[in-house]
């Protein structure tokens, strides 16, 4: 009885892992034009091609909604099978997803531009450190606003209203998912054939285990 019983452990642990794997591989395949861009442009081109690297940013948007749903199912234990909930995640609300990541890469685009050009053509410091501090928000920002359009149904503005009181609210947090990134990053940097296996699910993982009394919190209210 005791071997079934750890059998069974062990055929559990194997289909997480297998759920992981598949969820990854959606996520990367979802995200086809990025990796063309990577393959064919380069990395090192990004600031000379910035408005082409963020055209193919747009499909992130639903994939990483996608995958914070699928690990949200994970830590819930209500998990089925890998592609039925990806594919939920994604097309659930996929039009306001797409709007919500574009505007996103939108605010990221002014940001990044009008720094260039008060740090670069004029000189004005101020007004490049204001737009500096506007791009970190809208990069920082990005886990708080695709949790919640994976568990919610709330208009973008809403999203977004609610995603940026809890970076400034929740700086523990914020800290939290920054830190997920990197270890992430860091794991990707020393064992790259390894980590892109579950690079995606990990970080969505990460990041949803991490805040869920922040969503307990916002469902109680």
Avoid at 70 to 91: F, V
Wanted: charged content about 10%.
């Amino acid at each position: 009885m005791e071997e079934l019983f750890n059998v069974e452990k062990v055929l559990g642990f194997c289909e997480k892992v297998c759920y992981f794997v598949t969820i990854n591989l959606l996520f990367i395949l979802s995200n086809i034009p990025i990796l063309l861009f990577l393959l064919f442009v380069g990395a090192g081109q990004i600031r000379e091609c910035l408005p082409l690297f963020l055209l193919c940013l747009i499909p992130m948007a639903p994939a990483l909604s996608s995958v914070m749903y699928t690990m949200n199912c994970l830590i819930h234990g209500t998990e089925g099978s890998a592609l039925r909930d990806y594919k939920r995640g994604y097309c659930s609300d996929l039009v306001q997803k797409i709007g919500l990541g574009a505007g996103q890469l939108l605010v990221i685009f002014m940001c990044w531009t009008n720094i260039e050009f008060f740090s670069m053509q004029f000189r004005i410091l101020p007004l490049a450190v204001v737009f500096m501090v506007l791009f970190a928000v809208s990069v920082l920002v990005t886990p708080n606003l695709y949790m919640l359009a994976s568990r919610y149904e709330m208009k973008n503005i809403q999203i977004v209203k609610t995603a940026v009181t809890l970076l400034i609210a929740k700086p523990v947090f914020t800290l939290g998912n920054l830190v997920a990134l990197c270890v992430v990053l860091a794991a990707f940097e020393i064992s790259p054939g390894t980590t892109v296996l579950f690079m995606g699910s990990t970080y969505g993982f990460l990041v949803m285990f991490m805040n869920q009394s922040v969503m307990r919190n916002l469902e109680n209210r």
